[in-house]
């Protein structure tokens, strides 16, 4: 059977929802939109403009997760690329948001340059098991102007072939965004056929429904496109102090938010994507490597799955600065208990330090980890064409099973977890070739990779459509 893990029992999760709904019809969540506070009040909200407090009857939400589809997929650039949410698959999402990277060739950490942005970008792109791009370092351009976000979006969808999350905080960059992705894909009916474009929005923690990124979405919301909601509360800084009100918070935060999208473009594609986190009571920082964040990784897919929506969960969280024995075991814990509910989609890969620090060789070990935490999930399968009851029988007392042929078919049929990294020899055999440590491993994985790496170039008319589009933003300013 299938590894499992369960952290709340089905009654326990109901009571979660039961005491969501309790928090939002009679506390409410401040919505500090005033056109999200008209589409809210609109579909039956009460809505105090003063206080811009809105609270929410529980047949709204009930309604809200109606309208969402609880199936859908993930498209991309890259022919027959998709990923189906809520169909048994789990696909990871490269952290994002690094300020600082660690230097391949020195090992410093320095400010990050766009060759860093890029490498990156490939390197996650070689990675099937990478399905999602987020921006994993800050592009050197400001992505904010016009053009900038212009030249950001058609270079991410050049470099990465499959499913672009992104957001954006300011609304007046909408129509170029719009524009971008139109001709990149080349219609509004081919963006809906694929959609490989997703917007993130990010309540506030404690419960507030912000201004920035939710106003660019309403201003994008005609085309369809599915939205993922991940506030991210903090136990004991912005959410109260215990595990399970902080799941509590966030709850109440994904629900409102998702009421919002659905009176605003009914049967939008929604991904339930909290990332439920705890304070370091030390030093009031964020504790990525708590195990307690896994836990609550853990959690809010559970409440995803209560709720038949897909899950966008976080693991491979660290409080590490490099690559090294703490990074590894935090990620190493984080990455499997998050894995083990299969949430569609799970962030993390790439980063340390709570996703301040770009190590591209870290991706190569979070990669790693993703594959033994998917072949761990498998559990131990059984069928009768495994029980090998005629081998053993076969095979004398004292023999050796290594020359049956059983041996050899279930070797290459997945029986066992065979990597191609990391050191699995003798200590003589690694003596031989150097006595190559794990970073040197990735980095060299690394340089192999990046430099067989081909990008995803446009078709003239697609490329000169997008340069004449970069050139009116800069004129627009």
């Known amino acids: 059977m299938q590894l499992s893990l369960q952290v709340l ?11 969501t709904l309790a928090v939002l019809s009679r506390h409410g969540v401040r919505v500090d939109t005033a056109l999200g506070r008209r589409l809210l009040g609109e579909a039956g909200a009460a809505v105090d403009e003063a206080t811009r407090i809105v609270r929410f009857p529980p047949e709204l939400v009930a309604e809200a997760l109606r309208l969402a589809p609880k199936r859908f997929s993930l498209g991309g650039r890259r022919d027959g690329w998709e990923h189906p949410l809520n169909a048994g698959r789990l696909t990871l999402l490269a952290d994002g948001g690094a300020t600082t990277v660690i230097d391949r060739e020195t090992g410093e950490r320095r400010a990050p340059t766009h060759a860093d942005w890029l490498a990156a970008t490939r390197l996650i792109d070689h990675y099937d098991d990478v399905g999602l791009y987020w921006c994993m370092t800050d592009y ?9 976000w212009v030249s950001y979006m058609a270079e991410a969808y050049r470099t990465f072939g499959k499913h672009v999350q992104e957001s954006v905080g300011d609304p007046s960059l909408a129509p170029w965004l719009i524009e971008a992705l139109e001709i990149v894909f080349g219609s509004r ?6 959609n490989p474009f997703s917007f993130l929005i990010t309540p506030a923690s404690p419960l507030v429904i912000e201004p920035d990124y939710t106003g660019t ?18 136990m004991g800084a912005t959410a109260p102090g215990s595990r399970l009100a902080t799941l509590l918070t966030a709850n109440c935060e994904v629900l409102a938010t998702l009421c919002l999208v659905q009176a605003a473009a009914p049967g939008t594609p929604f ?9 370091d009571p030390r030093t009031g920082r964020y504790a990525s490597g708590d195990i307690a964040h896994a836990i609550l990784s853990v959690a809010g897919t559970e409440m995803a799955r209560f709720y038949g929506l897909p899950a966008e969960s976080s693991g491979f969280g660290t409080d590490h600065y490099v ?11 984080s990455g499997l208990l998050a894995a083990l509910p299969w949430p569609d989609v799970l962030v993390g890969p790439g980063l340390l330090a709570g996703a301040l620090v770009l190590s591209l060789e870290q991706i190569v070990f979070d990669v790693e980890m993703s594959r033994m935490a998917r072949f761990a999930r498998e559990g131990l399968p059984v069928s009768d064409e495994l029980w090998l009851g005629d081998v053993l029988e076969r095979v004398a007392p ?11 078919a279930n070797a290459r049929g997945g029986e066992w977890y065979v990597s191609d990294f990391g050191l699995h020899d003798s200590y003589e055999a690694w003596q031989a070739v150097g006595a190559p440590d794990s970073l040197a491993a990735a980095r060299a994985r690394v340089d192999d990779i990046l430099a067989g790496h081909e990008d995803h ?8 459509a997008l340069d004449d589009l970069v050139a009116r933003a800069r004129r627009a300013g």
Do not use: C, N
Not at 9 to 19: F, L, S, Y
Not at 140 to 148: F, T
Not at 189 to 194: A, M
Not at 328 to 333: G, H, I, L, N, T
């Open 398 to 408: 004292g023999g050796t099973f290594v020359g049956e042929r059983s041996t050899r």
């Open 9 to 19: 029992t089905a009654d326990e999760q109901a009571q979660v929802h039961e005491r």
């Open 457 to 464: 170039p446009y078709p003239d008319d697609v490329q000169k």
């Open 271 to 279: 991904i339930y994507a909290p990332v439920i986190a705890t304070m």
């Open 189 to 194: 009916e081919e963006l809906r056929r694929r």
């Open 323 to 333: 690559p090294g024995i703490q990074a590894a075991y935090e990620k190493a814990q």
């Open 217 to 234: 979405w309403l201003a994008i919301r005609e085309l369809g496109l599915p939205v993922a909601v991940m506030p991210m509360p903090l």
């Open 140 to 148: 050197p351009e400001d992505h904010e102007s016009p053009a900038g």
